[in-house]
């Protein structure tokens, strides 16, 4: 999944459950940096750490990166 896409659905979901990026960084053991570089898509997000994004927002990972493909469906 492109870097970008993930990152502004992560942002999303992480504001629609009221973490802020300190809280979900402490939550998640990372550092807000690493939040910060997910959510602008400048950080690939590992396996590991798309589970603990999941867990922690109580959000199936296929959500997180449910993407469109060309014709506006859902994959």
Do not use: C, W
């Amino acid at each position: 999944m492109d870097s970008k896409r993930l990152g502004k659905r992560v942002k999303a979901f992480r504001k629609l459950k009221g973490y802020t990026q300190i809280d979900f960084a402490r939550e998640l053991d990372v550092s807000i940096s690493t939040i910060g570089n997910v959510e602008r898509g400048t950080k690939e997000v590992t396996d590991e750490l798309l589970s603990q994004i999941s867990s922690v927002l109580n959000i199936p990972k296929e959500e997180i990166v449910l993407h469109e493909s060309t014709d506006g469906k859902r994959n």
